[in-house]
T-cell receptor
Framework: ETGVTQTPRHLVMGMTNKKSLKCEQH?????MYWYKQSAKKPLELMFV???????ENNSVPSRFSPECPNSSHLFLHLHTLQPEDSALYLC???????????????FGSGTQLSVL | KNQVEQSPQSLIILEGKNCTLQ??????????LRWYKQDTGRGPVSLTI???SENTKSNGRYTATLDADTKQSSLHITASQLSDSASYIC??????????WGAGTKLIIKP
């Protein structure tokens, strides 16, 4: 266990559905992240939160809406997704939002999302 | 073209053998270079983190090397075990920016 828990592990949704992904970290970290991992492609950073405030939005379409109510919880609300949004969505946390001091990212197991 | 390129894309070796995975990057200057291990259906787990001034770092049977002059890093796995089957991802942190991830090398260990 990495101390970062994601639910659900798998999700199948239609293009008109609304669903939410949940992430919780038990490490006392201040920064949380959403990443997208498509097959055979590098991880893509989507959002960064530091002390509940969004500090990075990597030009993510508005059909993905993050929410960070506190430093331990992170949500990704999904609506009117497209089939190309099918991917593994990974949540991560770290003590600080910048890793230039050698801080590690701790990842959850991800939510495998399929959009039909 | 990705700024972090890994080779080979996939590799199959027999249990007990050694192997070396390669990472070439164009990011410069950078703060640190990392290797992550990602088991199927799991998130990545950090193996090593090296600053630009470090040449080598070990974590058990995993040894990472870094040549900042040629912009190459390698991950050497000694006496492979079945549990080493995973994707290994090279990640570079440029200064004042976010991590840049490679696409990974998928390693399969056969008994």
């Amino acid at each position: 266990e990495t101390g970062v828990t994601q639910t659900p592990r798998h999700l199948v949704m239609g293009m008109t559905n609304k669903k939410s992904l949940k992430c919780e970290q038990h490490l006392g970290h201040n920064a949380m992240y959403w990443y997208k991992q498509s097959a055979k492609k590098p991880l893509e950073l989507m959002f960064v939160y530091n002390f509940k405030e969004q500090t990075e939005n990597n030009s993510v379409p508005s059909r993905f809406s993050p929410e960070c109510p506190n430093s331990s919880h992170l949500f990704l609300h999904l609506h009117t997704l497209q089939p190309e949004d099918s991917a593994l969505y990974l949540c991560a946390s770290s003590q600080a939002p910048r890793q230039d001091q050698g801080e590690k990212l701790f990842f959850g197991s991800g939510t495998q999302l399929s959009v039909l | 073209k990705n700024q972090v390129e890994q080779s080979p894309q996939s590799l199959i070796i027999l249990e007990g053998k050694n192997c070396t995975l390669q990472c070439n990057y164009t990011v410069s200057p950078f703060s640190n270079l990392r290797w992550y291990k990602q088991d199927t259906g799991r998130g990545p787990v950090s193996l090593t983190i090296m600053t630009f001034s470090e040449n080598t770092k070990s974590n058990g049977r995993y040894t990472a090397t870094l040549d900042a002059d040629t912009k190459q890093s390698s991950l050497h796995i000694t006496a492979s075990q079945l549990s080493d089957s995973a994707s290994y991802i090279c990640v570079v942190l440029p200064r004042n920016y976010q991590l840049i991830w490679g696409a990974g090398t998928k390693l399969i260990i056969k008994p």
